[in-house]
């Protein structure tokens, strides 16, 4: 999620600056705790290195994160801290969150294409009494993931819930 420390703003703004060096290592800076810094030069701030290539099947190198691998990391983990954060917000708990993304490509005359991102969250509850409140709050992330309603790619959703085992005690 995005930290806007005035609320009365409407706008926010993420930069990112991107460095690659032989090998495929990309730098990524970005605004460091709401305070902008020059992105110019990158001994002043904070670089986090992320390997990429292009999938492996296309001539990339074997075990490196594909731009397509961090559209659907990036779906999915803002779908895991906007529900966090609405949790949070209204003090509900859970017992566990796994989330998985998936995405179908479809090849066209001018190349690959997503034809469907599908985000398939399992929520785990202690009693089988909160369905309809868990279901409501996995349906609240999924409209409110600022990165999903970004992309213009039909997305799927299919929430899925598990009441967790009463934990039985052992003599």
Not at 2 to 18: F, G, H, K, M
Not at 19 to 46: E, M, N, T
Not at 63 to 80: D, H, K, M, S, V
């Amino acid at each position: 999620m995005i930290p806007i420390r005035d609320q009365s703003r409407t706008n926010a703004e993420i930069e990112v600056c991107l460095w690659l060096k032989k090998g495929y290592s990309i730098s990524i800076a970005s605004l460091l705790g709401g305070h902008p810094v020059a992105l110019d030069s990158p001994s002043r701030i904070q670089l986090r290195t992320l390997f990429t290539s292009a999938p492996a099947q296309f001539g990339g190198i074997e075990g490196r994160w594909t731009p397509e691998e961090l559209l659907l990391a990036a779906a999915a983990g803002c779908f895991t801290t906007t529900l966090r954060s609405i949790a949070s917000s209204i003090q509900a708990d859970f017992t566990d969150l796994e989330v998985e993304a998936s995405a179908t490509l479809r090849k066209m005359e001018s190349g690959y294409t997503f034809s469907e991102i599908v985000i398939r969250p399992t929520l785990k509850i202690s009693d089988d009494g909160e369905r309809g409140f868990a279901l409501d709050l996995l349906k609240k992330a999924q409209r409110l993931c600022l990165v999903s309603r970004a992309l213009a790619i039909p997305t799927r959703f299919e929430p899925q819930l598990e009441v967790a085992a009463a934990l039985s005690s052992v003599p």
